[in-house]
């Protein structure tokens, strides 16, 4: 069988947020808002400087996104940093070559996209369900 990079980076997503369920609903709702504006601080900022704004703001939360983050990029063989977070920082901005920026940013908003929705999916609290559940009910989307 024959493993893609982005089944890797989402199974690794997945196993990493899914870690995240058991968590008190104000963390899980930390983490989640987080994780949802990722992808745009990515295209917004670049990777670097967001990477920088998880590492400065020394947050629970964002520490944790960022560990995420490495933990995909990891899995599916696109850094080599090890497991702490500032080795990843370095990486990204120790890149002298263009080309291996666009291509951490491509696989970061991958990995990012794949955190965005499994963070939305499993870590929405009980009263995100009540009202998506009412929505479907009623025929609409959610």
């Known amino acids: 069988m024959i493993t893609t990079r982005t089944h890797l980076m989402a199974r690794e997503a997945y196993r990493r947020v899914a870690a995240r369920v058991g968590l008190p609903d104000k963390e899980k709702e930390q983490y989640r808002s987080l994780a949802q504006a990722l992808p745009g601080m990515i295209l917004q900022n670049g990777l670097a400087q ?39 920082h370095e990486e990204i901005i120790g890149s002298d070559d263009p080309q291996r920026w666009m291509q951490l940013t491509r696989h970061a908003l991958e990995a990012s996209g794949w955190i965005k929705r499994y963070a939305q999916g499993l870590l929405k609290d009980r009263g995100d369900r009540h009202t998506e559940d009412q929505t479907h009910a009623a025929g609409g989307s959610a």
């Open 50 to 88: 967001a990477t920088g704004f998880l590492i400065a703001k020394c947050q629970t939360e964002h520490k944790a996104l960022l560990g995420d983050l490495n933990a995909v990029l990891q899995a599916a063989d696109v850094v080599s940093a090890g497991n702490d977070v500032g080795q990843l």
